[in-house]
């Protein structure tokens, strides 16, 4: 068993930038791919980010890409998700989530989930 607890979430203006943090604990953390997920009012919850347990692979929705960063701190069983340039686009819900498998950006494929931080981003 992982529990997650995310933080970091709030309101910010558009161009700004926030830092999600997920932590980790339970079973050993750095086995576990972690991903970000984000659902919005009225919409599925998507795919962000994930980054493989040893952090040497990451993967991006073309949304995010180029303006969001995932990283994670397997000493401190941490994960984060930096995020600039926010777009008003980007308000949602945000979650942290972690699965055994390899690569995986679906997410019926992760098998522990955070409670979710808002991120609010206003124009």
């Known amino acids: 068993q992982v529990q997650l607890v995310e933080s970091g979430g709030g309101s910010v203006q558009a161009g700004g930038s926030l830092r999600l943090s997920c932590a980790a604990s339970?079973?050993?953390?750095?086995?576990?791919?972690m991903g970000w997920f984000r659902q919005a009012p009225g919409k599925e919850r998507e795919f962000v980010a994930r980054?493989?347990?040893?952090?040497?692979?990451?993967y991006y929705a073309d949304s995010v890409k180029g303006r969001f960063t995932i990283s994670r701190d397997n000493a401190k069983n941490t994960a984060s998700l930096q995020m600039n340039s926010l777009k008003p686009e980007d308000t949602a819900v945000y979650y942290c989530?972690?699965?055994?498998?390899?690569?995986?950006?679906?997410?019926?494929?992760?098998?522990?989930w955070g409670q979710g931080t808002q991120v609010t981003v206003s124009s």
């Open positions: 980054i493989r347990w040893m952090g040497d692979s990451t």
């Open positions: 339970g079973r050993t953390f750095s086995k576990y791919t």
């Open positions: 989530a972690a699965t055994s498998l390899l690569e995986p950006t679906t997410s019926t494929l992760y098998d522990y």
